[in-house]
């Protein structure tokens, strides 16, 4: 079975301050990839960052990198030098490798981020 | 283009209505989902199609029924919903291979009352 657990519901961080959104994830797949999007209240989801699980470097995109620790099963968004533009509901998300399940992105519960200017 | 197209944006329909959403996509992805969200909560899966055949139901009532016409687009039909049916409803699509991330529309906002 597969499972995404983000454990904080709300986070606040003050503006130019970095931020870190837990996830943990429990899966029995070799391969799969891990994703953080981003919903503002407007409603659509943008994709931030991707992490396959067999890439040894972590990725980063721009302010965001992802801290995969493959042992832990976690994959923890930071978020560099916030902005008031980032608060936002954030989720992780897990594409099994299966063929059978590759089609099903596994979703976390997400965490409301608050930037305070 | 990165972009799903989704419409309308906003649905208001009766418990007796039949009304349709549409959603488009020109990247020449392969699988194309839709998705349900209630207030607060994450996406829920309802509905896969890969190679415009449908590929997961997720044990979503008949009242909601998606039509995938061709590679660029996907429909998902509503008919005697129910005001619990109110939610945002998202569509995606991707590649049809592993590793690969969701693009997603901006959705469809239903009431039903």
């Known amino acids: 079975a597969q499972k995404i657990t983000q454990t904080q519901p709300g986070m606040f961080v003050q503006e130019k301050e970095a931020v870190t959104l837990d996830c943990t994830y429990d899966?029995?797949?070799?391969?799969?990839?891990l994703f953080w999007y981003k919903q503002p209240s407007s409603g659509e989801m943008i994709f931030l960052i991707y992490?396959?699980?067999?890439?040894?470097q972590n990725a980063t995109e721009g302010r965001y990198s992802l801290n995969f620790q493959k042992a832990r099963k976690s994959a923890n968004l930071v978020i560099s030098a916030s902005q008031l533009g980032d608060s936002a509901m954030y989720f992780c998300?897990?594409?099994?490798?299966?063929?059978?399940?590759?089609?099903?992105?596994?979703f976390g519960s997400g965490t409301k981020l608050n930037v305070k200017p | 283009d990165t972009e799903v197209t989704q419409t309308p944006k906003h649905l208001v329909m009766g418990m007796t209505n039949k009304k349709s959403l549409k959603c488009e996509q020109h990247?020449?992805?392969?699988?194309m989902y839709w998705y349900k969200q209630k207030a607060k909560k994450p996406p829920e899966l309802m509905f896969v199609?890969?190679?415009?055949?449908?590929?997961i139901n997720e044990s979503v009532p008949s009242r909601f029924s998606p039509e995938c016409p061709n590679s660029s687009l996907l429909n998902l039909h509503l008919h005697a919903l129910q005001p619990e049916d109110s939610a945002l409803y998202l569509c995606?699509?991707?590649?049809?291979?592993?590793?690969?991330?969701?693009?997603f529309g901006q959705g469809t906002r239903l009431t039903v009352v």
């Open positions: 995606a699509s991707s590649p049809d291979r592993e590793g690969t991330e969701a693009f």
């Open positions: 899966t029995s797949d070799q391969s799969y990839g």
């Open positions: 992490q396959g699980s067999y890439d040894e």
């Open positions: 998300a897990m594409r099994p490798g299966a063929v059978y399940n590759f089609n099903k992105f596994y």
């Open positions: 990247m020449g992805h392969r699988a």
């Open positions: 199609y890969s190679y415009e055949k449908l590929s």
